[in-house]
């Protein structure tokens, strides 16, 4: 797949215009491209490859995963808006989705020109193309739909300008479909002539292994957030399940969860792919700061810096918040991999994110790491919460203690209440899996399975009644009357 990026990418630029344009504000299928792709079987792997741009660019923004959160707070450089002030409104904002539904045209395209081609001498090729392209249309909507709730759903290939103004159907529909197309997924997949559920040809594209994470991670949604319940809860352990025996592994040292590339991290299940002489840099950039900023710290050399301001923002820091999640256990190993605090002669000063801290190059740190989507810590503690669902408090334990134990912190001791478990498991994911680009999904989920107000825990949200859910952009709803802004806006 990194051979291909620097290829595809005009390719993609091309793709992007395939998606709907009443209803997405992007042009249909453009002749240049319906006259160049799916004329051979060969035609669907490079453009499939092209669609997981988009995962990338997702998986790159922080302004939906991170910054409503309490993770967060400004350094030397703020360069935080107003998803992290909770200032939003339709003007201001707001989402203009045509991103997603660009990456989902691009996807339905796909399945629907596939289907003329028998593939007969690679069968298994056509089902893991299906397989992959099932994975990502699933990922893309459940993205959105943690974002804005309710969507429209598009399933069919746009390939002239009579497309029908669609509206937003209810957030429990759109997850029905997401669980069909992962379910689809995982069909193609096991129906393989070379199947194994130990198999990653690579990490950084959907594998059997992935699609049942990302089936565990929306099934949890889904119960919590969409009053799915014990159901969603039992459907995501079964998932876990099938992730657990696929292969991947905890690496024995935190250092190495990010520190190490995908392709070679026994943990990693999914990621983005990332290097420096095939993309530019990731989210990463805004937390490490450039030399001049921190010139003169006694602990220099422990600070993760670039040499220019091109290449660190200095913008975020690690909130007190996520620190004082550390404070019951000072000696956690993961802490020299979360933050490190600059000390100057007249004393501490900015506390610097250590999560991902890029490669040092001859010339500068980059911020190229592989960004991770999904590894075996962050599953385990999903596994914890849906038994904590459950109601199976003991089995809840042993899968927090699995991540507790890497960490040095010895097993749980505190109170074994529902409540009181699923406030730890929330605060051991705010440890583990601080900057990935999971915290308000988390919260979200909380809240609404009853474990935390988020409107007390967040502290840019104590006070206001900002939705949790974002506003359509003012030029989506103007070009689709059938729309209907997100409630609360």
């Known amino acids: 797949m990194n051979k ?5 990418l ?9 998606g709907c344009k009443k209803i997405l504000e992007v042009k249909p299928l453009s002749s240049i491209t319906e006259a160049t792709y799916f004329q051979t079987e060969g035609d669907f792997d490079p453009y499939l490859t092209g669609i997981y741009t988009s995962m990338r660019s997702f998986a790159n923004n922080v302004t939906y995963g991170t910054e409503r959160s309490e993770e967060l707070v400004a350094a030397s450089n703020s360069r935080f808006g107003v998803a992290w002030t909770q200032l939003i409104t339709p003007s201001s904002g707001a989402i203009n989705y045509n991103d997603w539904y660009a990456a989902i045209g691009n996807c339905n395209l796909l399945l629907s020109k596939i289907q003329g081609f028998g593939f007969a001498a690679s069968p298994d090729t056509k089902k893991r193309i299906l397989a992959e392209t099932y994975s990502l249309r699933a990922f893309f909507y459940f993205h959105l739909t943690r974002i804005i709730g309710d969507a429209p759903l598009m399933l069919q290939a746009v390939t002239d300008e009579n497309v029908p103004l669609l509206p937003r159907s209810k957030a429990v529909d759109v997850m029905k479909q997401i669980q069909s197309d992962i379910d689809t997924a995982i069909g193609y997949f096991t129906s393989m002539t070379t199947f194994s559920a130990k198999t990653y040809p690579s990490k950084y594209r959907f594998s059997y292994g992935a ?3 990302l089936k565990a991670d929306s099934r949890l949604w889904s119960a919590k957030v969409l009053g799915g319940g014990e159901t969603d809860f039992t459907a995501a352990v079964n998932a876990i399940n099938e992730v657990e025996a696929s292969g991947v592994s905890l690496n024995a040292d935190y250092k190495n969860v990010t520190g190490v590339r995908a392709a070679t991290n026994p943990e990693v299940i999914l990621a983005a792919y990332y290097n420096r002489d095939e993309t530019s840099a990731n989210y990463v950039l805004n937390a490490l700061p450039f030399f001049t900023i921190v010139q003169g710290a006694l602990n220099i ?3 993760p810096y670039a040499q220019s301001s091109g290449n660190g923002q200095g913008a975020y820091q690690i909130s007190p918040l996520s620190r004082s999640l550390f404070a019951a256990n000072p000696s956690d190993k993961r802490i020299p991999y979360t933050w490190i605090t600059e000390r100057q002669a007249s004393g501490p000063r900015i506390s610097w994110i250590t999560k991902y801290t890029g490669t040092k190059y001859a010339d500068d740190r980059i911020a190229d790491n592989d960004l991770v989507l999904y ?14 669902g459950l109601n199976d408090v003991p089995n809840a334990i ?4 699995k991540v507790r134990a890497r960490a040095g912190n010895g097993a749980y001791s505190g109170a074994a209440d529902k409540a009181s478990l699923e406030k730890e498991i929330l ?4 440890r583990e899996l601080f900057f990935e680009n999971k915290r308000w999904y988390d919260l979200v989920r909380f809240h609404k399975g009853g474990t935390i107000d988020v409107y007390a825990y967040v502290p840019n949200l104590k006070g206001k009644t900002t939705p949790l859910f974002w506003p359509l952009n003012t030029t989506v709803l103007a070009n689709n009357k059938m729309l209907v802004q997100t409630e609360g806006y």
């Open 301 to 303: 050399d422990s600070i």
């Open 211 to 213: 699609v049942q994470a």
């Open 4 to 8: 291909r990026f620097p290829v595809l």
């Open 398 to 401: 042993v899968y927090l203690n």
């Open 375 to 388: 590894r075996l810590s962050d599953i385990y503690l999903l596994k914890a919460e849906a038994y904590a």
């Open 427 to 430: 605060d051991e994911r705010g």
């Open 10 to 18: 005009p390719v993609l630029l091309l793709l992007l215009a395939t």
